[in-house]
């Protein structure tokens, strides 16, 4: 809304870290700003798109809400109790979610060959 045009993203999940051990975590590509309605590009003012720490935030609450909607729909197999599944949710809205940002990359074939796991790149 800010920027006034749409905003592209790139997301791949990582199951797994460097050495093997099982690491849940999301790896997100976005660009540093917009497209209008006219397909101009609208850069954003600063080096960040979005502060760090809103980022952060909002990404868990909506991350916990789409929990909570599959929930209610009965789409989570391996916890099925409601009290359990409003026991974790709430746990989970209570802690700081990390989301680690970095300004433009200027090493993009690097950084996709990384995010696919593919040495032929």
Same mark, same amino acid.
């Given at each position: 809304?800010?920027?006034?045009?749409?905003?592209?993203?790139?997301?791949?999940?990582?199951?797994?870290?460097?050495?093997? #051990?099982? !690491?849940? !975590?999301?790896?997100?590509?976005?660009?540093?700003?917009?497209?209008?309605?006219?397909?101009?590009? !609208? #850069?954003?003012?600063?080096?960040?798109?979005?502060?760090?720490?809103?980022?952060?935030? !909002?990404?868990?609450?909506?991350?916990?809400?789409?929990?909570?909607?599959?929930?209610?729909?009965?789409?989570?197999?391996?916890?099925?109790?409601? /009290?359990?599944?409003?026991?974790?949710? /709430?746990?989970?809205?209570?802690? /700081?979610?990390?989301?680690? #940002?970095?300004?433009?990359?200027?090493?993009?074939?690097?950084?996709?060959?990384?995010?696919?796991? /593919?040495?032929?790149?």
């Amino acid at each position: 809304k800010r920027l006034g045009g749409k905003l592209g993203m790139t997301a791949v999940l990582h199951t797994w870290g460097q050495n093997l #051990s099982q !690491h849940v !975590h999301l790896h997100c590509l976005v660009p540093g700003g917009v497209l209008t309605e006219n397909q101009e590009w !609208h #850069s954003a003012r600063s080096t960040y798109l979005f502060p760090v720490r809103a980022l952060s935030r !909002h990404f868990r609450g909506k991350m916990v809400s789409a929990l909570r909607e599959c929930a209610t729909a009965g789409k989570l197999d391996r916890i099925t109790r409601a /009290d359990e599944i409003d026991q974790l949710l /709430d746990q989970l809205m209570k802690k /700081d979610w990390v989301v680690y #940002s970095k300004p433009c990359i200027n090493h993009t074939e690097t950084i996709i060959r990384y995010l696919a796991r /593919d040495k032929s790149l």
